[in-house]
């Protein structure tokens, strides 16, 4: 392959961020014939859908299923992987005060757990909501009131959803609720678990769409999709640069000429490129611009907020721990948000049989206390939990590790997309070799799906000069074509209109 520092050459692409979208770019690109160089600070690759080992067994950083709507992100995985990928039938439930509820909840099931005296409070809830409904509700609590009743609420939508965002679920906007449980109340909800499928109605169907009864998964972990695929740009001539962190990325002229990387040992390298594919978080970008950009971007930029999460992954000393890959914890008397049961995705996930390994997700901010808690103090806080919720005795957890994930998931306040608007306007005009894609790149909360589809199409604008814009590909996988001769470029197609849907707080 040409050096991709020599003066002779022509096209060479940079990617920034060995995860799905950052490789899906490369990988594209390399179908097309161009040299890629990737860019990971990370001593492995994967991003947030990398698989950690330790003590025999294999952790994902959450847990991550392999099921997409595109035939061709489908195709894809089976390239890579073949039959190292296999289908997995999916158990996923609510874990709510010692009982464990069907998640989608199917009413059924969740009365006869509740039990007579709790069901009849509940219904009883929901006739007084019935009666007595807010009037143009505009939080998440009182529009999932009006619906359910409030104590279906408190049980089913209220922890878990403060315990992810972060945000009282007062505070959180109406019209997010109105999209994230489109079309569904509680008559609908009793109808369709006594009804025959054909008499059923939308509900049902928009929960089928979106919880999937089955997806794929890699035989050792999420992880070992990219790690394949870096192999593979590896073995075809292409660089992926672990250990190495960009600490800038030079510009003159209009257009990014190279970015700026620090090894592990504290030495740095200047890397050219002619194109450069971004998948860092925004803020971090624009920050990393040199020299700097004008204040209002910078601004732009700091304004904009991420979720963070800690994931403590425990070796517990029992075959059987519960039966589903993973579930919800929404019991409020405990941190923690969702626990995943790795070996029930696939049983190469432990080398011993008679282990389980657990990653115990707690969301936060870095601001937050639990972020700078030591990690003994995370191991023991993961292990008092499990025993309160009755998951093991505190004998079989064996050991834990701790790993924290800055920056997981993209907060959308109420002004995050004018923010994200005057950024991205900016840099099409002032570098237009410089191409965001990924979760943190475009700031929108993608599924991993979604964001290998962001970096493929950008690859192909890069090596064919196509026009297809990464930022209108949408949450059910419906991506858009090229954009028509005369419609106006650039359009946003991001947050609540195309994106996944994520909750944002109540315009003041």
Not at 214 to 233: D, I, K, T, V
Request: aromatic content about 8%; hydrophobic content about 40%; glycine content about 10%.
């Amino acid at each position: 392959m040409t050096d991709p520092n020599s003066a002779g050459s022509s096209q060479h692409v940079v990617v920034i961020g060995a995860g799905p979208a950052g490789l899906s770019a490369a990988h594209e690109l390399s179908r097309h014939r161009t040299l890629v160089t990737v860019m990971e600070q990370e001593g492995q690759v994967g991003g947030i859908a990398r698989t950690l080992e330790f003590m025999g067994c294999r952790f994902d950083v959450g847990p991550h299923r392999f099921f997409s709507e595109s035939p061709e992100i489908e195709a894809l995985w089976t390239e890579i992987l073949g039959h190292e990928i296999r289908p997995v039938s999916r158990l996923t439930r609510i874990l709510y005060r010692g009982k464990f509820f069907d998640y989608p909840i199917r009413t059924s099931n969740a009365f006869l757990t509740l039990g007579p005296v709790e069901t009849a409070r509940c219904l009883a809830s929901y006739a007084r909501a019935r009666l007595r409904p807010v009037e143009s509700p505009t939080s998440f609590e009182n529009w999932a009131s009006n619906q359910f009743g409030h104590r279906l609420f408190e049980m089913f939508f209220k922890t878990y959803t403060e315990k992810v965002w972060g945000i009282s679920t007062g505070e959180l906007s109406a019209d997010w609720a109105g999209q994230r449980i489109r079309g569904l109340n509680l008559v609908e909800v009793i109808g369709n678990a006594v009804l025959p499928s054909g008499l059923r109605g939308r509900g049902e169907r928009t929960i089928a769409k979106t919880l999937a009864g089955s997806f794929h998964y890699p035989r050792r972990g999420a992880g070992q999709m990219w790690e394949a695929m870096a192999s593979r740009l590896t073995a075809a001539g292409h660089s992926v640069r672990l250990g190495e962190e960009v600490v800038a990325l030079r510009h003159a002229g209009g257009r990014v000429l190279s970015v700026v990387v620090r090894d592990r040992r504290g030495g740095t390298l200047d890397v050219l490129g002619s194109e450069f594919i971004n998948t860092m978080p925004v803020r971090e970008l624009i920050a990393k611009l040199h020299p700097a950009v004008p204040s209002m971007i910078r601004s732009a930029a700091e304004a904009l907020g991420y979720r963070d999460v800690i994931t403590v992954n425990v070796v517990v000393d029992r075959a059987r721990v519960f039966p589903d890959q993973w579930i919800y914890v929404h019991d409020p008397g405990v941190k923690v948000a969702r626990i995943s049961n790795f070996k029930n995705l696939s049983r190469d996930m432990v080398s011993d049989s008679g282990l389980s390994g657990l990653g115990m997700e707690y969301f936060c901010f870095e601001t937050d206390g639990l972020w700078h808690m030591s990690d003994a103090e995370l191991l023991d806080l993961a292990r008092r939990e499990l025993v309160a919720l009755g998951i093991c005795r505190p004998d079989e957890v064996k050991a834990g590790t701790v790993h924290r994930q800055p920056n997981a998931y993209p907060v959308y306040d109420a002004n995050y997309l004018d923010h994200l608007a005057l950024i991205r306007e900016w840099l099409a005009r002032a570098l237009p070799n410089l191409w965001l894609l990924g979760r943190n790149g475009v700031h929108q909360y993608n599924n991993q799906d979604h964001s290998m589809m962001t970096g493929i199409l950008v690859a192909r604008n890069i090596a064919t000069g196509s026009r297809y814009d990464p930022w209108l590909i949408n949450s059910d996988a419906e991506y858009q074509e090229e954009e028509r001769a005369g419609e106006a470029p650039g359009r946003l197609g991001i947050g609540r209109e195309s994106g996944r849907s994520v909750p944002h707080r109540i315009a003041s």
